[in-house]
């Protein structure tokens, strides 16, 4: 009676054991990387808030938190499948070693016992424990990442460990030699090998099977207690105080684990006990269910319970630990993909003129009126009012409706950013003064020439305010009839919508591009019908509420931008977002958060940039708001460089930390290089002070110096955005 | 033909066997008699070299099979000559058969082993030359806990003839079964022996069995040979006091009147072995001489192909 209920327990647990690794999401709909109940916000009065994890079991957390505010619950289920996946690496390796050393020495090799026999009583004189904990405390490992952390411990523990089961084997192998059968086999002529592999194996597996189970259960106690000494995979480590001169860290893991769980054990287990006792209980469930199992099926094996066709049920039982392993190929937590496509929209119907897009003019108007349309049909709802459309106050700015710039007959358009607009068409020869000192004032009296010339100046070394103003001062000299500053376009914000207007055009011009030999005999042609914009622009601001009523309320922000310089970039800019809105609407069940969308006009200028009205108002619940992703930076290219900042997501704000990991797991994964951003200022951190959202900054910008290999085109782009959107919609 | 010269065998630092010494011609059968621990199995499996090197410290002026020195040459072509030029029957069936594989998987691997290809309908027709007529076809779907020990032993007998060996060495193949079924196994080995030719090295303790089935006899005691030679030499003319001790045995069983004749003493155990005669205390011919050597085995005088080890043959057999 006790034997066959021995039996039902351990298959009970093994059973949810594979379930959980299957099909995590059938136990929990939580993420386990998320922080669910850690409340950190900005209130109105500008004060920061922490409502402190861990927080106890109650009401929607039947487990508790642990100290970053993530589900225990949710972490012991999809914990399990790391956890499970270490251990039977573990025992596989002790096998994968012991096994073949075993049979060696069971048929005499001298050195395969030897070898077993000091290893095993090597570290049966050290304690394992200790020693594993020493070594997997060393800097170097603590420093690894998940997965080369993971081999770390599999080589480590599996290698310790492997000794007493090789001397078990040596043993039985010894024993089945003895046997008069094998001299049987002998005389009909089999090979050491052959007789190892028919004979002796064949009667050793089944105790090699029900050892395998019972080895697992000692390995996951081994975890255990590793855990307790914060030893475990996939180490973090952050400063929690530096002061008395004494540095006090917080472990933990970033992947859900339990081992880890137990680490927090020596911080918390007056205050917190529950992020300590419910692994703990999972991994006694767990320990207790294996060695039950492993019980059983030697009392299976041995006949002692009866079962019809027990080899039925043993190979069962095997299949099914194989598959969980095996059948379950990826490392990630997620098992979906989720799809992105560049779809086809409708925007390029719109009866768009060769004019940029921007700040109200009439190709905006067109283009504002459509977004809204879309977001409309999409079930977007207006953040503000009762219109998505929302105009804000503006000066009054500069652009170029058309625009040519021709260097010795060679076309250089492409190449130059307007800084002052005007009605222009001149002619002229160029001048170098690169090396010249720009605040000399007698510079332009220096120049004597009867023609018309355009200065050459290096704007390197100055910066945007002080090229406006030296521009503005040498524009009112008669000589002069253009400027073109040499500057690294990477270094300015601005794309050819300004608030300046001069006399004569100043225009940047890339310093990649070379012109050889600058003297009076190049010839520069400038031509510009110039348009003002309207004093006004239009945001759009459009809200699709969350759904899950314990999380409908925290909310995502995208902000996006839909200026363009030409009607064809506007049209790839408009397909990228309304796909990345499709993709991540799409699968309704996945709407658990509510989704802010911003489409913001003059991004070209931060001058004019639509956000700064955003930021002046209160739309929205300011502690609701988890993250706001900046996608204002994406221009509508073939290809470009992905830009990527981070750095106003601290660790501190943990699920705008863990979506920033996540979307550069996904460069990793891709082999992309993201590029920091080089002309950043306060404008890239304006929500994040003055409303304290956490910001992230993508964008795809063209740039010519990098070879193709790195750039990515706008629907890679969308996949990986539109998937770690997605991973965390819960 | 199988040719053994001074063959000795040594278990750690005992000596079993000390010195064997037979010819085993083509189509022969050589029985060879023996107490329990006089060396017979010893001696069966050492010359297939069935011990491992660190068990069994073997040694002989010459141990050939067929001019193949079985000596020197090494283990990987040594197996290629067990089951195939010389086979084995072992005492206990049930210990010779794997027991977790069935008769047929058996018969399959040790074609395996040998490169050849296993036919169903060959093993067929082979078991039922073993006698196992009707149960041929069912009986390699059976695993060796299922046979009776009669079917068993006729199936290593079968598995032994599986690929023509030229010598079998059938290790006492009756001690373990029924005693009704003995004149079975016997009548069996003698068919094989007649109908194929082979050599039977027939080691038992039954000296009736050996006098069915041998065309010569080897009389083995204290781990070396004492009287050896043709079948009617040894029963009419026994010259060795051991053999004439066993003969008196074997005749008082079978007069069935009065009491039984016993033979004094016991045989000694290998630990016991000291050069010197091995039978001299329970002899009654024996004296000092006895004592200080090992006698030499050598050919009696009046017949030729008859060895004796006694230093006083002539004498005991003049009386």
Same mark, same amino acid.
């Given at each position: ?12 647990? !093994?059973?949810? !054991? ?95 016992? *030897? ?21 997997? %405390? ?169 079962? %019809? ?34 779809k086809?929209q409708s925007v390029?119907g719109l ?8 700040? *109200?003019?009439?190709?905006a108007l067109i283009a504002t009126t459509y977004i809204e349309q879309q977001l409309n049909q999409r079930g977007f709802l207006p953040l503000k009012g009762n219109r998505i459309i929302q105009n ?146 239009q945001n759009l601001y459009a809200i699709l509420p969350g ?11 995208l902000?996006l931008?839909y ?11 408009c397909q990228?977002n309304l796909s990345v809105l499709d993709a991540v609407i799409e699968?309704k069940?996945?709407r658990?958060?509510t989704l802010i969308v911003l489409f913001l006009d ?17 739309l929205?619940?300011? %502690? ?107 | ?90 005492? /206990? +069936? ?69 690929? /023509? +060996? ?6 006492? +193949? ?95 155990? +290998? ?49």
């Amino acid at each position: 009676m006790f034997k066959k209920l021995q039996l039902y327990l351990g298959c009970a647990v !093994l059973v949810i !054991l594979v379930m959980m690794i299957l099909f995590p999401s059938f136990f929990t709909t939580v993420n386990p990387y998320a922080t669910e109940g850690l409340k950190s916000y900005v209130d109105e009065e500008g004060t920061y808030h922490l409502e402190k994890a861990p927080f106890a079991p109650q009401k929607g957390m039947i487990m508790g938190t642990d100290e970053m505010g993530r589900h225990i619950w949710s972490l012991i289920v999809y914990g399990t499948k790391l956890t499970m996946t270490l251990a039977f690496l573990i025992v596989i390796l002790r096998f994968i070693l012991a096994i073949p050393l075993g049979f060696l020495a069971g048929f005499g090799s001298l050195t395969a016992h *030897g070898t077993i026999d000091k290893l095993s009583r090597f570290f049966g004189t050290i304690p394992t424990l200790l020693l594993c904990i020493i070594i997997l %405390k060393m800097e170097f490992f603590v420093g690894l990442d998940k997965n080369m952390s993971i081999l770390s411990f599999v080589l480590l523990l599996g290698f310790v460990g492997f000794g007493k089961t090789g001397i078990v084997i040596e043993e039985r192998v010894t024993s089945i030699n003895r046997e008069p059968f094998v001299k049987g086999d002998i005389a009909i002529g089999k090979s050491k090998t052959q007789i190892a592999l028919t004979t002796v194996f064949r009667h050793l597996y089944p105790e090699l099977i029900v050892m395998f189970f019972l080895e697992f259960a000692r390995v996951l106690t081994l975890l255990l207690q590793l855990g307790l000494f914060a030893v475990f995979v996939g180490n973090v480590r952050f400063i929690e105080d530096t002061s008395n001169g004494s540095v006090k860290t917080m472990d933990i893991s970033y992947e859900p684990e339990w081992a880890s769980m137990l680490g927090a054990a020596r911080n918390n287990i007056r205050s917190a006990p529950w992020i300590v006792f419910y692994p703990a209980m999972a991994f006694f469930i767990s320990v207790l269910g294996l060695n039950a199992f492993g019980e059983s099926l030697r009392n299976v094996l041995s006949g002692q319970i009866k079962i %019809k066709k027990p080899s039925r049920f043993v190979i069962g039982v095997l299949l099914l630990v194989l598959v969980s392993f095996i059948g379950v190929k990826s490392w990630e937590f997620y098992q979906t993909n989720y799809g992105f496509e560049l779809k086809e929209q409708s925007v390029s119907g719109l009866n768009l003129t060769d004019e940029p897009v921007l700040m *109200g003019n009439s190709n905006a108007l067109i283009a504002t009126t459509y977004i809204e349309q879309q977001l409309n049909q999409r079930g977007f709802l207006p953040l503000k009012g009762n219109r998505i459309i929302q105009n804000y106050p503006s000066e009054k700015g500069y652009y170029a409706k058309v625009a040519n710039v021709i260097l010795n007959d060679l076309d250089i358009t492409s190449e130059v950013v307007w800084l002052a607009h005007g009605d222009f068409d001149i002619e002229a020869s160029l001048l170098d003064l690169q090396d010249a000192d720009l605040y000399d004032k007698n510079l332009l009296n220096q120049i004597d020439t009867s023609e018309e010339i355009v200065l050459v100046l290096d704007g390197r070394f100055y910066s945007e305010f002080e090229i406006e103003n030296i521009s503005t001062r040498f524009a009112l000299s008669e000589k002069i009839a253009g400027i073109i500053w040499r500057k690294d376009l990477d270094t300015i914000r601005q794309k050819n919508l300004s608030n300046l207007s001069l006399r004569v055009p100043v225009l940047y011009l890339s310093q990649n591009f070379s012109i050889a030999g600058l003297t009076e005999t190049n010839k520069v042609k400038i031509y510009e019908d110039c348009e003002v914009t309207s004093s006004q622009g239009q945001n759009l601001y459009a809200i699709l509420p969350g759904t899950s009523p314990s999380m409908g309320e925290e909310a995502i922000i995208l902000g996006l931008a839909y200026n363009a310089n030409t009607k064809d970039s506007f049209e790839k800019l408009c397909q990228f977002n309304l796909s990345v809105l499709d993709a991540v609407i799409e699968n309704k069940a996945n709407r658990k958060r509510t989704l802010i969308v911003l489409f913001l006009d003059g991004t070209m200028n931060d001058a004019f940039n639509g956000i700064a009205d955003y930021a002046n108002q209160s739309l929205y619940s300011q %502690k609701d708001v988890l993250l706001y992703v900046d996608l204002t930076r994406v221009e509508g290219l073939d290809k470009g460089e992905i830009l990527f900042d981070q750095n106003q997501s601290p660790i501190s704000r943990y699920f705008a930390y863990t979506f920033s990991m996540q979307f550069a797991e996904q460069l990793d994964k891709t082999n992309i290089k993201a590029v920091k951003i080089e002309n950043s200022n306060f404008m890239d951190q304006l929500l994040f002070d003055e409303k304290g959202f956490p910001t992230l900054i993508i964008g795809l910008k063209e740039d010519r110096k990098t070879t193709d290999t790195n750039k990515v085109d706008l629907k890679d782009l969308g996949q990986m955005i539109t998937t770690v959107i997605n991973q965390n919609n819960y | 033909m199988l040719r053994v010269e001074n063959l000795k065998v040594k278990f750690d630092q005992i000596q079993v066997v000390r010195g064997i010494t037979f010819t085993l011609r083509q189509g022969m059968i050589l029985s060879v008699l023996g107490e329990s621990g006089s060396g017979k199995s010893v001696s069966a499996m050492s010359i297939m070299k069935l011990y491992g090197e660190n068990q069994a410290l073997i040694t002989a002026d010459k141990l050939s099979l067929n001019e193949i020195d079985l000596l020197s040459i090494n283990e990987r072509s040594m197996q290629k000559i067990r089951g195939v030029q010389i086979a084995y029957i072992f005492q /206990n +069936p049930n210990d010779a058969l794997s027991p977790n594989k069935t008769i047929r998987s058996q018969f399959k691997e040790l074609f395996r082993v040998h490169h050849r290809t296993y036919d169903e309908k060959e093993i067929e027709a082979l078991l039922e030359t073993v006698g196992l007529n009707i149960e041929s076809k069912y009986i390699l779907n059976m695993y060796p806990h299922q046979l009776s020990g009669g079917q068993a032993q006729r199936v290593t007998i079968a598995l032994a003839l599986s690929l /023509n +060996p030229k010598v079998i060495i059938a290790d006492e +193949p009756t001690s373990s079964i029924d005693a009704s079924l003995t004149d079975v196994i016997v009548e069996l080995l003698l068919s094989i022996n007649k109908k194929y030719g082979i050599s039977i090295l027939f080691i038992t303790h039954d000296f009736d069995l050996a006098a069915r089935i041998s065309d010569e006899i080897l009389i083995l005691y204290g781990g070396l040979v004492m009287e050896y030679g043709k079948k009617t030499e040894i029963f009419n003319h026994a010259k060795h006091p051991y053999t004439q001790e066993l003969m008196k045995c074997v005749n008082s069983i079978q007069s069935r009147d009065g009491e039984l004749y016993t033979l004094t003493g016991y045989a000694l155990d +290998p630990t016991e072995f000291k050069d010197e005669c091995p039978f001299w205390y329970r002899c009654m011919y024996s004296t000092v001489v006895c004592k200080s050597q090992i006698p030499q085995l050598i050919e009696a005088r009046d017949t030729s192909s008859c060895f004796v080890r006694c230093i006083h043959a002539l004498e005991v057999n003049n009386e």
